[in-house]
């Protein structure tokens, strides 16, 4: 833990630093030659210019010392002190060494990694207010004001819970069905806090929804400054959002999953919303969990967090049902607005015409003709996802994965998602030289197709990843979709989150099956809630005669999850799953982990892990609780070879957490003394949200 500020006398006085690299450790340096630079108090957090090799790098002081083990002779001294003061609150410093730890990533690097990019060199911080800052202000009153709307009793019960505790550490889960005022309840509350003078920070799980979570707070606050914070800016941009915020000039600060570590001068309130997103989870580098740390930084700073979601995670709702969270239910929609209707459609037996079933058809013309708009889900982008050989059965796969190449049209072209390889078109088949290609599945692209074939006369929007790459291209889209016209749009799971869409009434899902049996133990969790929040864009307006309607097509309709969800809902469904996981020994009964390796042959993966697994077992049996660490593996991935490299895990579970971080901390520092570094690349995955 970090060192209180130290008055040392600067002779003698050794510094210890955090500097970026792959070593799980800190490094000692001397004071700078030039002592006239050096401040009079040294506070952890300062950022220090270091040598490291040949190299210089911008590393974060961890605390001063009297003593070291590094020999004198060793010793180098420091280059520059960059900072009179720390930029970071003593509070965070801590936070942000416990989350190195607990993710078993080197400190150096995390920390490095959760500074603005404009603080990683060497350049001076400049902590001045200046004109120049990107935050988003407002001098005048909005065109369109968004005035606080009436709850409903549900609506004001769990504000008024929120705001009794503000001004200590609760939790709370605000667990309400889709278009259920969920940001009404955020936008109540965070008045509330900012009338006594707090910042706030709200997190978003996609860039694509902070643009009208702006807009919306703008409405409802002009008169406050709100910084924003996603990795869509200019490092300048980011870095004066940052700085606004650690001043306290900013009131509101909204961002995705790395706005967790933004510094706030007066922290009063933190909102995660749709808190069950995986985005939330960092999938590669630093692994950390910005809803997990969200409450662990409420906790530090003595503030209420609340978590929303109209379907949230197992482990969120096992800490409410636990009582660790406090819960909060809304049930209903309110005013006139009323819960869609869902069925199934079983195309088990179906002829369908590019994926589309005729009564799914028929109801899309009835919904348009009507004025309405329809939303068609599809997580899957391109026109097809197989290109085969009609005469032996050839299909285009990755050189480079253990994939299928998808077949574009929009350009033409075949593209790995895995490892984004590209290809022309194949005219033939390289293996018997047949003339008949075909295009296998359905994806966005085709589906776009079919359905300008059958509407010509209504827009069809295509919203994915491919179609809103340029700038400002997807802001352009749900502005033309906002405007209420006669619409069909048709894309991924882009449109399934957090958008509010008034004139949809008609959601169509053409595949609901492959959560159903995946290989991960979440799958079934993450089927639930993507078809949960899809169906919530059906419905959501305060209008009579725009009754929401949801289309599941399904060749799997009497499958246990589909019925208990349709039926009963997504916490029925959500007590079945808990039950399972708890008979099976996996989270959140149980704490887990994943190690893996990859390497540019199959055996290398192997060979370390494997011999990875025998330190994990020996440490193990010199472990008081090491009987609670169960290890399985090396498995391959789910998907063992991806970008050329071959790819194997070990996985490990205890239903004690300390166990596991014990063991998880000895092993981290053998494996980076072994003598494959180089051959295999190997991480750490603390509570992984997916085995890919």
Same mark, same amino acid.
């Given at each position: 833990?970090?060192?209180?500020?130290?008055?040392?006398?600067?002779?003698?006085?050794?510094?210890?630093?955090?500097?970026?690299?792959?070593?799980?450790?800190?490094?000692?340096?001397?004071?700078?030659?030039?002592?006239?630079?050096?401040?009079?108090?040294?506070?952890?957090?300062?950022?220090?210019? @270091?040598?490291?090799?040949?190299?210089?790098?911008?590393?974060?002081?961890?605390?001063?010392?009297?003593?070291?083990?590094?020999?004198?002779?060793?010793?180098?001294? =420091?280059?520059?002190?960059?900072?009179?003061? &720390?930029?970071?609150? %003593?509070?965070?410093?801590?936070?942000?060494?416990?989350?190195?730890?607990?993710?078993?990533?080197?400190?150096?690097?995390?920390?490095?990694?959760?500074?603005?990019?404009?603080?990683?060199?060497?350049?001076?911080?400049?902590?001045?207010?200046? /004109?120049?800052?990107?935050?988003?202000?407002? =001098?005048?009153?909005?065109?369109?004001?968004?005035?606080?709307? +009436?709850?409903?009793?549900?609506?004001?019960?769990?504000?008024?819970?929120?705001?009794?505790?503000?001004?200590?550490?609760?939790?709370?889960?605000?667990?309400?069905?889709?278009?259920?005022? /969920?940001?009404?309840?955020?936008?109540? @509350?965070?008045?509330?806090?900012?009338?006594?003078?707090?910042?706030?920070?709200?997190?978003?799980?996609?860039?694509?929804?902070?643009?009208?979570?702006?807009?919306?707070?703008?409405?409802?606050?002009?008169?406050?400054?709100?910084?924003?914070?996603?990795?869509?800016?200019?490092?300048?941009?980011?870095?004066?959002?940052?700085?606004?915020?650690?001043?306290?000039?900013?009131?509101?600060?909204?961002?995705?999953?790395?706005?967790?570590?933004?510094?706030?001068?007066?922290?009063?309130?933190?909102?995660?919303?749709?808190?069950?997103?995986?985005?939330?989870?960092?999938?590669?580098?630093? #692994?950390?969990?910005?809803?997990?740390?969200?409450?662990?930084?409420?906790?530090?700073?003595?503030?209420?967090?609340?978590?929303?979601?109209?379907?949230?995670?197992?482990?969120?709702?096992?800490?409410?049902?636990?009582?660790?969270?406090?819960?909060?239910?809304?049930? #209903?929609?309110?005013?006139?607005? #009323?819960?869609?209707?869902?069925?199934?459609?079983?195309?088990?037996?179906?002829?369908?015409?590019?994926?589309?079933?005729?009564?799914?058809?028929?109801?899309? /013309?009835?919904?348009?003709?009507?004025?309405?708009?329809?939303?068609?889900?599809?997580?899957?982008?391109?026109?097809?996802?197989?290109?085969?050989?009609?005469?032996?059965?050839?299909?285009?796969?990755?050189?480079?994965?253990?994939?299928?190449?998808?077949?574009?049209?929009?350009?033409?072209?075949?593209?790995?998602?895995?490892?984004?390889?590209?290809?022309?078109?194949?005219?033939?088949?390289?293996?018997?030289? %047949?003339?008949?290609?075909?295009?296998?599945?359905?994806?966005?692209?085709?589906?776009?197709?079919?359905?300008?074939?059958?509407?010509?006369?209504?827009?069809?929007?295509?919203?994915?990843?491919?179609?809103?790459? #340029?700038?400002?291209?997807?802001?352009?889209?749900?502005?033309?979709?906002?405007?209420?016209?006669?619409?069909?749009?048709?894309?991924?799971?882009?449109?399934? $989150?957090?958008?509010?869409?008034?004139?949809?009434?008609?959601?169509?899902?053409?595949?609901?099956?492959?959560?159903?049996?995946?290989?991960?133990?979440?799958?079934? +969790?993450?089927?639930?809630?993507?078809? @949960?929040?899809?169906? %919530?864009?059906?419905?959501?307006?305060?209008?009579?005669?725009?009754?929401?309607?949801?289309?599941?097509?399904?060749?799997?309709?009497?499958?246990?999850?589909?019925?208990?969800?349709?039926?009963?809902?997504?916490?029925?469904?959500?007590?079945?799953?808990?039950?399972?996981?708890?008979?099976?020994?996996?989270?959140?009964?149980?704490?887990?982990?994943?190690?893996? =390796?990859?390497?540019?042959?199959?055996?290398?993966?192997?060979?370390?892990? &494997?011999?990875?697994?025998?330190?994990? +077992?020996?440490?193990?049996?010199?472990?008081?609780?090491?009987?609670?660490?169960?290890?399985?593996?090396?498995?391959?991935?789910?998907?063992? $070879?991806?970008?050329?490299?071959?790819?194997?895990?070990?996985?490990?579970?205890?239903?004690?957490?300390?166990?596991?971080?014990?063991?998880?901390?000895?092993?981290?520092?053998?494996?980076?003394?072994?003598?494959?570094?180089?051959?295999?690349?190997?991480?750490?995955?603390?509570?992984?949200?997916?085995?890919?």
């Amino acid at each position: 833990m970090p060192a209180p500020p130290s008055n040392a006398a600067k002779t003698g006085t050794i510094l210890r630093v955090a500097v970026p690299s792959p070593l799980r450790r800190s490094f000692d340096y001397a004071l700078p030659s030039d002592r006239h630079s050096v401040p009079a108090v040294l506070e952890p957090g300062i950022r220090i210019r @270091v040598p490291f090799g040949n190299r210089e790098l911008t590393g974060i002081l961890l605390e001063v010392s009297n003593t070291t083990e590094v020999s004198s002779d060793k010793l180098k001294p =420091a280059i520059s002190i960059l900072d009179q003061k &720390s930029l970071i609150p %003593g509070h965070l410093l801590k936070l942000w060494l416990w989350a190195a730890r607990y993710y078993q990533h080197p400190i150096g690097d995390a920390l490095h990694t959760l500074m603005p990019t404009g603080l990683r060199g060497k350049a001076q911080a400049d902590i001045k207010r200046r /004109k120049s800052d990107e935050v988003i202000t407002s =001098a005048a009153e909005p065109d369109h004001p968004d005035r606080e709307g +009436e709850l409903t009793e549900e609506q004001q019960q769990a504000c008024d819970s929120i705001c009794a505790e503000r001004d200590k550490f609760r939790c709370f889960l605000l667990d309400g069905v889709t278009g259920s005022g /969920k940001t009404e309840i955020y936008l109540q @509350v965070i008045s509330h806090t900012l009338v006594h003078a707090r910042q706030v920070l709200v997190l978003v799980p996609e860039i694509s929804l902070t643009p009208q979570t702006v807009a919306r707070f703008r409405q409802r606050f002009p008169h406050k400054t709100i910084a924003i914070m996603h990795s869509g800016l200019t490092p300048r941009q980011r870095l004066n959002a940052w700085l606004a915020a650690a001043r306290g000039d900013a009131d509101i600060v909204i961002g995705t999953r790395s706005a967790i570590f933004t510094p706030l001068a007066r922290p009063g309130l933190i909102v995660i919303d749709e808190e069950h997103d995986s985005s939330f989870k960092q999938q590669d580098g630093f #692994r950390y969990s910005a809803r997990d740390l969200g409450v662990i930084r409420a906790q530090s700073e003595s503030i209420a967090i609340v978590l929303g979601s109209a379907t949230p995670s197992l482990e969120s709702l096992h800490n409410a049902l636990d009582g660790r969270y406090q819960h909060l239910r809304l049930t #209903r929609r309110p005013g006139n607005a #009323r819960l869609p209707v869902t069925r199934l459609i079983d195309t088990s037996q179906q002829m369908l015409e590019d994926g589309f079933s005729p009564e799914l058809l028929r109801s899309i /013309k009835l919904h348009v003709d009507k004025g309405n708009q329809a939303l068609i889900f599809i997580n899957r982008r391109g026109f097809a996802p197989v290109l085969q050989c009609k005469d032996c059965g050839w299909t285009a796969e990755c050189r480079h994965c253990d994939a299928r190449m998808t077949l574009h049209r929009t350009p033409a072209h075949l593209r790995c998602h895995h490892c984004e390889r590209r290809e022309p078109v194949h005219t033939h088949c390289p293996e018997c030289q %047949g003339k008949t290609m075909l295009a296998v599945g359905i994806g966005t692209e085709r589906s776009e197709a079919l359905l300008q074939r059958h509407f010509p006369d209504t827009r069809v929007i295509r919203v994915d990843r491919d179609a809103t790459a #340029r700038k400002n291209e997807l802001d352009g889209l749900l502005t033309e979709i906002n405007q209420g016209r006669p619409c069909i749009m048709v894309g991924t799971q882009m449109l399934a $989150k957090g958008h509010h869409f008034p004139a949809v009434t008609l959601v169509a899902v053409l595949d609901a099956d492959s959560g159903l049996f995946s290989a991960d133990f979440r799958g079934q +969790e993450f089927m639930a809630q993507l078809l @949960v929040q899809v169906s %919530g864009r059906a419905g959501r307006a305060d209008t009579p005669g725009r009754t929401g309607e949801v289309l599941i097509q399904t060749r799997h309709s009497t499958h246990q999850s589909l019925q208990t969800l349709l039926n009963q809902g997504y916490h029925a469904l959500a007590e079945q799953l808990l039950s399972e996981r708890r008979l099976a020994g996996m989270p959140p009964y149980t704490s887990m982990a994943v190690l893996r =390796a990859e390497a540019l042959n199959d055996s290398a993966p192997i060979q370390f892990l &494997s011999s990875a697994r025998e330190q994990a +077992e020996q440490l193990l049996a010199q472990m008081p609780n090491g009987h609670q660490v169960q290890i399985s593996g090396p498995l391959p991935a789910p998907m063992e $070879k991806r970008a050329n490299r071959y790819r194997q895990q070990l996985l490990l579970r205890s239903p004690q957490r300390a166990a596991l971080q014990m063991l998880l901390s000895v092993l981290c520092q053998q494996l980076e003394q072994t003598n494959t570094q180089r051959k295999v690349r190997w991480s750490v995955d603390v509570d992984p949200q997916d085995m890919i």
